[in-house]
């Protein structure tokens, strides 16, 4: 990702990086430890999103060394704690160890709440063993905090990276480390759209919705963008669903559903082997969806093309349980039918009324869409 | 005799979770150990005896074990080794590679599935011919930690130290011999976790034998002379717990560099220590008591 992209993503979140100041990863690992500025508490923007947060990374203290929880807030629970510890990626964990390198991991916790980290590159190492410090910063959000983003890790992974650029990385932790604030999402449809690789979406949508198995992805050129719209095109109920990390190395461990491993790089040591694990490589051609999901697949492709993007947050972020293929093919109908009242003549209209006068829903969304359908069709 | 399943159709049973995992899988779903050492054991007629490695980070496990594989290897003592499969051969490969270059070899990951392995056959030829298969992993010492803190974090860790017959724990002496106490108290938090896991009663002592290796003792080389003696000075909260709680333990000093220097440069605020060379002391004595035991 470019640092344009970067600045639009800052727009899209209302708030704006100085434009003299190098990426979130440049400037962290420039900042000698004298210089950092304190972890306290980010100021409280207007509207902003609270929650707690904690780092994990490597240190040394009277306490101990090596990778570990160095601060977190009161308000995190001690299960809590052993999850991020057990899910945190540690030394030689980054798929890409250049200072602007930047990962993600995203994923639900046995508590309910959701985690959503940055991961980067902080200094070297500080026993000189070689290789780079990752360092990671965690937002821990509850559930209904985390649809403020649209339950878009993309999108929390933004913000977060302002606040990580604003204090610096917390490598001398204060004993306490006060719940942060979020910039929330204001506009996502405005959110910048990929360029390339856009096919893969609609594989992925398909992939994510009928196959359970934990999927490896590789190849991505511009891995925000691209997931972001991902998580778009999911249901709600499925966004906060998929444990998801980005510019990680695979490891069992972390337990994630999506892996995305952008440059091909190394996939770590052993990569599972065995029929539960799906491996693509998104330079080549995509998978063909599964007919299960293609009427749901073209209404977001059409929609797409006509550059209906806000349209589209707006319908998947309202769909809740269930959202499998059947309950979606069954909305994707609903849609071309609002599309067919808004365009339609008289004749397309009233057979619309007559389908949608006593319409019986049985999938969450439904009777809004008929509502809608009905209404159209008054005009 | 334990039987280990090795059906490509049913899929292996790992040998330290006992998880099912499908037929072609390298590494166990659920604890990343590796299959390939239920494969190889299969083959055996013996039962295999795991030790571990344990100590807190960066007080030089991954060092010490490679070096003492490439003792094994190489014959050292009484002993002939025969290791089983290439990844056993992977971590002495990595540490004599890293050191030969003067550097010390990275960071362990505290992921599971990033862990160096080995299986060894090995054969005492005196007094008489013995034959041990050995299982040494080399844990994260943040891994380590974690379990500790909070049992369970880490299941593979909790597993490997059940079934462990021996465990070597590794304590700076270097610090210790300074008048930090962090290396005493993480000591003391590691064996009191093994004492909790085996829930003996009160008047009973835990028959497990653990040897506790000082490890870069060239920095003090009093401990050489009587390791009992410097523990008992320097580590006195591990002292009296061994005392109170544990049958079998064994004191030993270890050094494997012989000279060390210091880089840095006025951008970093950082020093690197450089291995100048290898100056191996007591690497072999902490392993030839543990085989002793069993």
């Known amino acids: 990702m470019d640092r344009r992209s970067v600045l639009m993503q800052a727009a899209v979140l209302g708030s704006r990086p100085r434009a003299a100041s190098p990426l979130p990863g440049q400037r962290m690992v420039s900042r000698s430890a004298g210089q950092q500025k304190a972890a306290a508490p980010s100021i409280p923007p207007m509207g902003g999103v609270r929650c707690d947060q904690a780092v994990f990374t490597s240190i040394r203290s009277p306490m101990g060394e090596g990778y570990r929880l160095v601060a977190a807030s009161p308000g995190l629970q001690a299960e809590e704690k052993n999850e991020i510890t057990r899910r945190s990626p540690s030394h030689g964990s980054l798929c890409d160890e250049s200072q602007s390198a930047t990962g993600l991991l995203s994923y639900r916790l046995a508590s309910g709440r959701q985690v959503v980290a940055c991961c980067t590159p902080a200094g070297q190492e500080h026993t000189g063993r070689g290789g780079c410090r990752v360092y990671t910063h965690l937002a821990i959000l509850t559930q209904d905090d985390y649809l403020a983003f649209y339950s878009n890790p993309i999108l929390v992974h933004a913000a977060l990276a302002l606040v990580i650029e604003r204090t610096g990385p917390c490598l001398s932790p204060p004993p306490r480390l006060d719940p942060m604030f979020l910039a929330p999402v204001r506009e996502p449809a405005a959110f910048p759209r990929p360029c390339v690789q856009t096919t893969w979406l609609w594989a992925m949508v398909s992939q994510l919705l009928t196959d359970n198995r934990m999927t490896i992805l590789t190849g991505l050129a511009d891995w925000r963008t691209w997931l972001g719209w991902l998580w778009f095109m999911l249901p709600r109920d499925v966004r906060a669903s998929v444990d998801v990390s980005v510019g990680l190395k695979y490891a069992p461990a972390r337990g994630m559903r999506l892996v995305v491993m952008p440059d091909q790089s190394a996939p770590g040591r052993a990569l599972p082997i065995g029929k539960d694990v799906v491996l693509h490589d998104a330079l080549c051609p995509p998978p063909e969806p599964l007919p299960v999901c293609e009427p749901w697949l073209r209404l977001l492709h059409r929609w797409w093309q006509e550059h209906r993007y806000a349209e589209l947050v707006r319908l998947t972020s309202d769909i809740g349980a269930p959202a499998d293929p059947v309950a979606l093919s069954r909305l994707a109908a609903l849609c071309e039918d609002l599309d067919r009242a808004r365009t339609g003549d008289s004749a397309v209209r009233e057979a619309l009324v007559r389908r949608y006068t006593h319409f019986a829903a049985q999938v969450s969304g439904e009777n809004h869409l008929a509502e809608q359908i009905l209404a159209a069709c008054e005009k | ?294």
């Open chain 2, 1 to 294: 005799m334990t039987t280990y399943a090795n059906d490509t159709l049913v899929g292996t049973d790992c040998l330290i979770c006992g998880a099912r995992n499908l037929s072609g899988a390298s590494l166990c779903g659920q604890c990343s150990a590796p299959l390939a050492i239920v494969h190889d054991i299969a083959a055996q007629d013996r039962d295999p005896q795991i030790v571990s490695i344990i100590g807190e980070s960066n007080v030089g496990k991954t060092v010490y074990l490679g070096f003492l594989l490439d003792m094994l290897t190489q014959r050292a003592g009484d002993y002939e080794a025969i290791p089983k499969g290439a990844y056993s051969i992977d971590l002495p490969q990595t540490v004599i590679s890293h050191m030969a270059q003067r550097s010390f070899p990275p960071k362990t990951p505290m992921e599971a599935n990033e862990w160096y392995w080995a299986y060894y056959q090995i054969c005492q030829r005196k007094p008489k011919p013995k034959w041990i298969d050995l299982i040494m992993p080399d844990m994260a010492g943040e891994s380590l930690a974690a379990e500790v803190a909070s049992p369970n974090t880490f299941k593979v860790i909790r597993n490997l130290l059940r079934l462990s017959a021996g465990s070597m724990l590794l304590v700076d002496a270097a610090l210790a011999a300074n008048g930090a106490t962090q290396g005493d108290f993480f000591a003391v938090k590691m064996l009191s976790y093994i004492d909790s896991m085996h829930a003996a009663k009160r008047d009973e002592r835990i028959e497990c034998p653990i040897a506790v290796v000082l490890c870069k003792a060239d920095f003090c080389p009093e401990c050489f002379d009587d390791p009992r003696r410097f523990v008992r000075a320097n580590l006195n909260r591990l002292w009296n717990l061994c005392e109170s709680r544990f049958a079998n333990v064994e004191f030993f000093s270890c050094s494997v560099v012989g000279s060390l220097g210091y880089a840095t440069s006025p951008q970093e605020d950082y020093v690197v220590p450089i291995p100048l060379h290898t100056g191996l002391q007591g690497v072999l004595e902490p392993f030839q008591w543990i085989v002793d035991q069993f």
